[in-house]
Structures are given as structure tokens and as C-alpha cells.
């Protein structure tokens, strides 16, 4: 069987497509491999009807309602390879099986780098987070530190002042900073600290203190971690598609990229802001270009 479109990817861009396309009566096999970057947190927000949602529950709702539509079927499994064909493009799979679709929507999304630094995972989805609309709320009116070895730690630092007054900014050994961002920052009580942190202390995934490689340390109850963030997969780049400058996939407003019959969704595209709603708002917008796509190619 030819798929009218393939997705690879089943967070909430390629849920997302999958549904618009299902009500669109397309035929869709939807791939994905369970392996979720948001797994690690108990909580996800800023999703309008859902906030609060564990993301494990977030996906079993979302994949109740995509697989009621009888032309999306479900392939519990990862590709490896994609290659382009004659009709569309082909899909090998770690399963052993291949999957033929006529297009073809990455919805991938990207993998976080997170500084290598003792204590972080323990404490990373319970009081270490990476985004601030996300996670803020939760941390309001703590002592909280952000942790950012890139040029984005001034603006970091900033925002997090909506949640927290008690902010402290570690840039652990990278001079990220100029003279006029440290002083704007000393001027609203803020201390910036540079040198190499050696650990995150803390209990029960409770962040306690940060301790430096200098042999001091901050009391702080929270904070936020700056990962780099790169693809999840290199299958757009393999298929020629053009980058953007962050390395995401190149698209117009409706997931188009620059090879033909292939588009690209949600951390995949445009990698930030990285939330729910903007990566299904993403899919459903890609979902639509397919759609159309094929019935122009249906009348022509």
C-alpha cells in the first residue's frame, strides 16, 4: 500500500497532522517509536484544555481520538532510513518492514545538550526545567538560578523576573555576556556568576544548592537549564532540504519545505519556542498543505 502521507514522529505536531489528515480522509501511517523528549517531566502547560496534563496522558488522549479515523494506522516502531521515490518516498523501519507514502511530514522534533554538570538529571523535570512559559509558574517567588552558557542568557535572566525577583545567572566558565548586560543585571539586584559550576545539590528532586569549581556555592530552590538544541534525526538533511540557521527544516506557512512532497512540523521546523500548542498548531498547519497538495495534483 502507498500511503497519501507519511509522518514520522508522534509528539503533538505529528498528532496533530495526523488528525487533520484522518478527517480529511487521507490515508496517513503515523511512525513513531514512543520515545517522547517531554517524557522526563510530570507535568506539561499552555495548552488551552490541558494544562497540567501529565504527558504520558497527553499522548493517550491524542492517540484515542487520531486512530478513531479508519485511514490513519499506527506503526509502533523507528525509522532508520528514508529514501525518495518514484511516488513519494520510502521508509525503512528498525521492525524490518517499509513504508510507502506519496508525502511525507518530519515531525521529529530535536534532542536538548544540556551542559555536563554533576546533579542535573536527578533534578531535571522536577525543579531544573529549560523554559520559563512552561515552568515558571511553579517556581514563582523562589530563589531561583538560570544556567546559560549562550549570548540568551541576558534575555533569559529578564524574563525569568516575571516568576522571581531572587535570581541568580551562572554562565559556568563562558564569558556570554557584555559589560552593559552585567551592569543592567547588578542594577536589578542580580548577581552574575562566571565561573565553571561543579555541581547541583539536592534531594528528592529538589535542587538545593549550585557548588563551583572554586569551592563556593548559591542556596537556590530552582532554576533553569539553557540546553543546545540539535535535530532529533539528520533525515532532512539527507534529503537535501534547506536549513534554517538554527538547523531546523526550512518551510513556508504550510510545512512545505524545499524538497518537493516533503514538510516539516513543530521543534523539527523552527526548534523555538518549543511548547505544545505551537508544535500542534504546526502540524495542523503542514497536515493542511498536504491535503491540498494532493487534490491539486487529483485535478491536474
Keep these: 500500500m502507498i500511503y497519501d502521507c507519511a509522518i514520522i514522529g508522534g509528539g503533538p505536531a505529528g498528532l496533530n497532522a495526523a488528525l487533520v489528515l484522518g478527517r480529511a480522509r487521507r490515508s496517513v501511517a503515523l511512525i513513531d517509536n514512543n520515545q517522547p523528549r517531554n517524557a522526563v517531566t510530570h507535568a506539561s502547560h499552555g495548552f488551552i484544555t490541558r494544562d497540567g496534563i501529565a504527558p504520558s496522558e497527553f499522548r493517550r488522549i491524542a492517540y484515542e481520538e487520531v486512530l478513531q479515523y479508519p485511514s490513519v494506522n499506527h506503526w509502533r516502531t523507528e525509522v532508520t532510513s528514508v529514501n525518495k521515490a518514484k511516488y513519494g518516498f520510502e ?42 512559559f512552561c515552568d515558571g509558574w511553579e517556581l514563582r517567588d523562589q530563589p531561583l538560578v538560570v544556567v546559560s552558557e549562550f549570548p540568551s542568557a541576558f534575555h533569559t535572566t529578564k524574563l525569568l523576573l516575571n516568576w522571581s525577583k531572587d535570581v541568580v545567572l551562572c554562565t559556568n566558565g563562558h564569558a556570554s555576556l557584555s559589560d552593559q548586560q552585567k551592569e543592567w543585571l547588578e542594577s536589578k539586584g542580580i548577581r552574575v556568576m562566571e565561573q565553571p559550576i561543579k555541581a547541583f545539590i539536592g534531594q528528592n528532586g529538589l535542587l538545593e544548592q549550585v557548588q563551583f569549581t572554586d569551592g563556593t556555592h548559591i542556596l537556590r530552590a530552582g532554576g533553569f537549564v539553557t540546553p543546545k538544541f540539535v535535530p532529533k534525526t539528520s533525515f532532512g538533511e539527507s534529503l537535501g532540504c534547506e536549513l534554517t540557521e538554527l538547523g531546523g527544516i526550512k518551510t513556508d506557512g504550510f510545512g512545505r519545505s524545499s524538497v518537493t512532497d516533503l514538510y516539516a512540523a513543530g521543534d523539527a521546523s523552527y526548534f523555538m519556542p518549543s511548547q505544545l500548542i505551537y508544535a500542534a498548531a ?10 491540498m497538495d494532493l487534490m491539486e495534483e487529483f485535478i491536474e
Excluded at 513504508?99 to 531535571?124: D, M, N, S
Excluded at 504546526?282 to 491535503?291: E, I, N
Design 282 to 291: 504546526d502540524g495542523s498547519k503542514a497536515a493542511m498543505g498536504v491535503s
Design 91 to 132: 521508509m525503512f523501519t528498525s521492525s524490518g518492514v517499509s513504508v510507502q507514502a506519496r508525502k511525507l511530514i518530519l515531525a521529529t522534533g530535536v534532542k536538548e545538550i544540556f551542559p555536563e554538570i554533576e546533579g542535573f538529571y536527578p533534578l531535571y523535570g522536577k525543579s531544573l526545567f529549560n523554559c520559563p
